[in-house]
């Protein structure tokens, strides 16, 4: 019987794991043309027919991507800006989400619907109201009309998840350690942050990748002062309308890129476990 079950399952599974790798080939098939891109030299990037390989691989756009004067500068800012976000929003997540969830006060359930309605308004419909705003506030041209949209943006989608990391974690365990004599401080940081620690890197890579490619803001608030760039600005640098050079566009994406999968390997463990927990709870 249970190799007739074998049997009969096993025609799914190959149609499932057929179709995972299927999807898998799509979505990766944008990336690997970007990077094959880069490596073509300009003849073959402006043939006709274009091939999914190249027989002459070339530097010379990456050459020209890090020849640029500025493109030191626009990564460095954009370190600032994505760093920033990350650290900031999810320190301010974990005391927002331990505070929803441990305490009951007023307004408790109108202040969580208040973060989901957040989540829904487009980021689009509120780029001319927060320019005005960071006008207002004196922040334009610094990167700090970058940084404080970006933490406001994350933050509901953050709380919403850790929420249910700290709600896994027992109130038996903190009744034990008040009772040992652990300050509330003391149990928030030693006992309490390493348990969500997972959940806070599963948001850190989202707030990370919003704003590391955020183009709409730094093209809206970023005027006239160019050394407060970042990196999603210089692709306008090797995009003309009249002659776009669609080498050096791929290759900086391809450099722009490499940060963020460096990110997602270093947390690709700590990642896995608090999604899942996250569709756990």
Same mark, same amino acid.
């Given at each position: 019987? #249970?190799?007739?079950? @074998? /049997?009969?399952?096993?025609?799914w599974r190959l149609a499932a794991e057929a179709s995972a790798l299927l999807i898998a080939i799509v979505v990766a098939f944008p990336l690997y043309w970007m990077v094959l891109s880069a490596f073509k030299p300009a003849g073959e990037?402006?043939?006709?027919?274009?091939?999914? +390989? %190249?027989?002459?691989?070339?530097?010379?756009?990456?050459?020209?991507?890090?020849?640029?004067?500025?493109?030191? /500068?626009?990564? @460095? #800012?954009?370190?600032? @800006?994505?760093?920033?976000? &990350?650290?900031?929003?999810?320190?301010?997540?974990?005391?927002?989400? %331990?505070?929803?969830?441990?305490?009951?006060?007023? $307004? /408790?359930? %109108?202040?969580?619907?208040?973060?989901? =309605?957040a989540q829904m308004v487009p980021v689009e419909a509120l780029?001319?109201?927060?320019? $005005?705003?960071?006008?207002?506030? *004196?922040?334009? #041209?610094?990167? *700090?009309?970058?940084?404080?949209?970006?933490?406001?943006?994350?933050?509901?989608?953050a709380i +919403?998840?850790?929420? *249910?990391? &700290?709600?896994?974690?027992?109130?038996?365990?903190?009744?034990?350690?008040y009772i040992d004599g652990a300050s509330r401080a003391r149990f928030l940081w030693q006992i309490l942050f390493p348990l969500v620690l997972p959940g806070l890197v599963a948001t850190s890579v989202f707030s990370f990748i919003s704003a590391w490619n955020d183009f709409l803001y730094a093209k809206s608030f970023i005027i006239s002062d160019t050394s407060q760039s970042t990196l999603p600005m210089a692709l306008l640098v090797f995009y003309k309308p009249d002659d776009p050079d669609w080498g050096g566009v791929m290759?900086?994406?391809? @450099?722009?890129?490499?940060?963020?999968? =460096?990110?997602?390997?270093?947390?690709?463990?700590?990642?896995?476990? *608090?999604?899942?927990?996250?569709v756990k709870d």
């Open positions: 019987m #249970n190799l007739s079950g @074998v /049997r009969v399952r096993r025609p990037i402006e043939s006709t027919e274009p091939r999914p +390989w %190249t027989s002459a691989p070339s530097l010379d756009s990456f050459r020209r991507v890090f020849g640029q004067q500025d493109f030191g /500068r626009y990564f @460095v #800012n954009s370190l600032v @800006v994505a760093g920033s976000v &990350v650290l900031i929003s999810a320190l301010i997540a974990f005391l927002a989400a %331990t505070a929803v969830t441990r305490f009951r006060f007023r $307004f /408790r359930t %109108t202040l969580l619907i208040m973060f989901l =309605v780029t001319i109201p927060l320019f $005005f705003q960071m006008r207002d506030f *004196g922040l334009l #041209n610094t990167l *700090g009309s970058l940084i404080l949209p970006h933490i406001a943006f994350s933050l509901p989608f +919403w998840m850790l929420r *249910g990391f &700290v709600k896994a974690v027992p109130e038996a365990l903190e009744e034990a350690a290759a900086a994406s391809t @450099v722009m890129t490499i940060p963020v999968l =460096v990110f997602f390997v270093l947390v690709q463990r700590r990642l896995v476990s *608090g999604l899942g927990g996250a």
